[in-house]
């Protein structure tokens, strides 16, 4: 509950008062917050912060008011303040800058140093909100990583022909606020947004989310399904003619009800009213990448593409069979999905040069920190002893203990059969098969391709 105590007096007061109440109600036991609520005014003088305070009022034309406490001083007479009606028995505090972006600023610049001054705020962060090693955040796999959409509506601005796809997650979003950002980035695009389809597996990950927890593999492919369902009939509760536009009639829909929707399954309850027109292409792209036998299906029976990720023409062909028998069975046309092989060029005037191109690519983009982050999470073992560019390690995965790595998708089902795997391509009596092909000429490459593109495989 949020209270506006006047003084430390007044904290101690109402927090006694709180207490006594919960007691009479039988909730002695129970955790009840009590936060201030304050709205603060700041400055790095008492006088400048009366002063910016003022020219707002002045602006307005009247005194601010608010139900809250209104503060007005420095960061550091705030934080004495705050500490002290901590101390009071307050568990927290909800702080509103008195105007944007001034005192946000003044927060985040001027109150955080104080209170760490004061060992109140913490200067160091462990992991159970981000991916995290060994019960603290890697740092290297979050640092960099902003925002899928504001990303996609950036490059969508600066190009013509490119499609952009956002990797979005149907386990913690809801269908009427994703269905919203993609048919507007479908809009801001030009009819070129597509959504490749995700799940979450584990409760680490629902942490940072309200709902929490996690989902069985069949019940998050369950909800992924029917929220590709929800968003597909929001986006089609907008018919093409659906916008009049009528500036002589003042006319704009054609029907005020349009976007009406109403759905009622396991997964979702709900109805209203879809507030984005229909976009260029009516419904963005939906891909999938799963390649477990319940990932397939699902691409199987809702995507309009599967990313594949061999690069071995057989294994692309029974990938291809594989995926056209399930599309069958869902009762879509076979060619109705399409498949995308994972393919990067790495070009060069010679071979010798593409292949020089090749490794210093490759070692720019994985550090040996890197790998060694990847070989523990299908060790599921601290490697840090172990040398990246030395032998694999020698002892075998351990499965079952406490999780290394946290946060990441699972990549590898079976950590002993992909060692074993591993151990076989590190060995110095075999010869590797590479997921890397050199082509000599231009029209290799270009045959490379059209080899792939019989399989109704698309670049």
């Not at 909730?27 to 009840?32: C, N, S, T, V, W």
């Not at 942490?207 to 929800?230: C, K, P, S, T």
């Not at 349009?258 to 419904?283: A, E, M």
């Amino acid at each position: 509950m949020y209270v506006t105590p006047h003084d430390v007096g007044h904290a101690r007061a109402i927090v006694e008062d709180v207490r006594a109440a919960q007691d009479v109600a039988g909730r002695g036991g129970d955790i009840l917050h009590v936060f201030g609520d304050l709205v603060v005014f700041l400055g790095q003088t008492e006088t400048e912060a009366a002063e910016h305070k003022a020219r707002l009022d002045e602006l307005a034309g009247e005194r601010y008011a608010s139900d809250a406490v209104i503060f007005t001083g420095t960061p550091a007479q705030l934080a004495d303040t705050l500490l002290e009606w901590r101390s009071a028995g307050l568990t927290g505090f909800r702080l509103r800058p008195g105007a944007l972006p001034r005192d946000l600023r003044q927060l985040t610049r001027g109150l955080v140093p104080e209170l760490q001054r004061h060992l109140s705020f913490r200067t160091s962060y462990t992991g159970t909100t981000l991916r995290e090693r060994l019960g603290l955040i890697f740092d290297q796999d979050i640092i960099g990583r902003p925002d899928t959409l504001p990303v996609l509506a950036a490059i969508a601005a600066v190009t013509s022909h490119l499609g952009v796809v956002g990797t979005l997650n149907a386990t913690f979003n809801e269908p009427y606020e994703l269905a919203r950002q993609l048919a507007s980035l479908d809009h801001l695009s030009g009819g070129r947004a597509g959504w490749n389809v995700v799940t979450s597996f584990d409760g680490f990950t629902g942490r940072n989310f309200r709902r929490g927890g996690f989902l069985d593999r069949d019940d998050r492919y369950a909800r992924a399904g029917e929220f590709i369902d929800v968003a597909r009939q929001l986006w089609d509760s907008w018919p093409g003619d659906a916008v009049v536009a009528d500036s002589s009639s003042g006319q704009f829909l054609a029907d005020p009800a349009v976007g009406t929707f109403s759905h009622h399954g396991k997964q979702f309850d709900i109805s209203g009213q879809f507030n984005v027109p229909r976009s260029p292409q009516g419904r963005p792209v939906i891909l999938q990448a799963g390649v477990s036998p319940q990932g397939r299906d699902f691409a199987a029976a809702n995507a309009d593409a599967i990313f594949s990720p061999y690069h071995q023409l057989d294994e692309a062909q029974a990938f291809y069979r594989d995926i056209r028998a399930r599309v069958a069975a869902h009762g879509r046309p076979a060619g109705s999905v399409k498949l995308l092989p994972s393919a990067s060029f790495v070009l060069g005037d010679t071979e010798a040069r593409a292949r020089e191109r090749h490794r210093e690519i490759s070692y720019a983009q994985v550090s040996g920190r890197t790998a060694q982050i990847l070989f523990e999470s299908v060790w599921n073992r601290d490697l840090s002893g172990y040398d990246p560019d030395g032998p694999l390690p020698d002892l075998d995965p351990d499965p079952e203990g406490p999780p290394v790595i946290r946060g990441r998708a699972v990549l590898h089902q079976d950590a002993f059969d992909t060692v074993a795997r591993w151990r076989a391509l590190a060995s110095p009596c075999r010869r590797p098969r590479s997921a890397t092909q050199w082509p000599d000429t231009r029209g290799e490459v270009v045959a490379l391709c059209d080899h792939f593109s019989n399989l109704d495989y698309r670049f």
